[in-house]
């Protein structure tokens, strides 16, 4: 009897792990304190033609302020073709680019968007 009662109590844990969320967070990601649904990943920030777009896992974003060197290069300070730094999800529709020199950049996501707008040659 003892035995079926611990399987019991088990399963209940078991379930309740799965739907509180339990368990290993995504690989490199951490909780960013303050904002309990925000999490922040290492990113490679793709750069070549100025900053205008991320792609993170298979969602589209857009920068709030796409930046340039108004020939279609990214702005001086920013690394060619990648800066490497983090990107902060603070929501399902909103990121934030950081890295170390001190670059930052919003970026709001496409609704819908399979590609992105344009293909940097």
Same mark, same amino acid.
């Given at each position: 009897?003892?035995? &079926?009662?611990? +399987?019991?109590? $088990?399963? $209940?844990?078991?379930?309740?792990?799965?739907?509180? #969320?339990?368990?290993?967070?995504?690989?490199?990601? !951490?909780?960013? &304190?303050?904002?309990? %649904?925000? +999490?922040?990943?290492? $990113?490679?920030? @793709?750069?070549?033609? #100025?900053?205008? !777009?991320? &792609?993170?896992?298979?969602? @589209? @974003?857009?920068?709030?302020?796409?930046? %340039?060197?108004?020939?279609?290069?990214?702005?001086?300070?920013?690394?060619?073709?990648?800066? +490497?730094?983090?990107?902060?999800? !603070?929501? !399902?529709?909103?990121?934030?680019?950081?890295?170390?020199?001190?670059?930052?950049?919003? $970026?709001?996501? &496409?609704?819908?968007?399979?590609?992105?707008?344009?293909?940097?040659?």
């Amino acid at each position: 009897m003892a035995g &079926r009662a611990g +399987r019991i109590v $088990f399963a $209940f844990g078991l379930v309740a792990c799965v739907l509180t #969320g339990c368990g290993k967070a995504d690989e490199g990601a !951490e909780v960013v &304190r303050g904002a309990p %649904s925000a +999490r922040t990943i290492p $990113f490679d920030l @793709y750069t070549h033609c #100025g900053i205008d !777009e991320a &792609r993170i896992g298979s969602t @589209y @974003y857009e920068a709030e302020t796409p930046l %340039s060197d108004g020939s279609g290069n990214p702005p001086e300070g920013w690394d060619n073709p990648t800066q +490497r730094g983090t990107m902060t999800l !603070e929501s !399902e529709t909103e990121a934030v680019f950081t890295d170390d020199a001190g670059h930052e950049v919003k $970026f709001r996501a &496409r609704p819908g968007a399979s590609a992105f707008k344009r293909i940097c040659a």
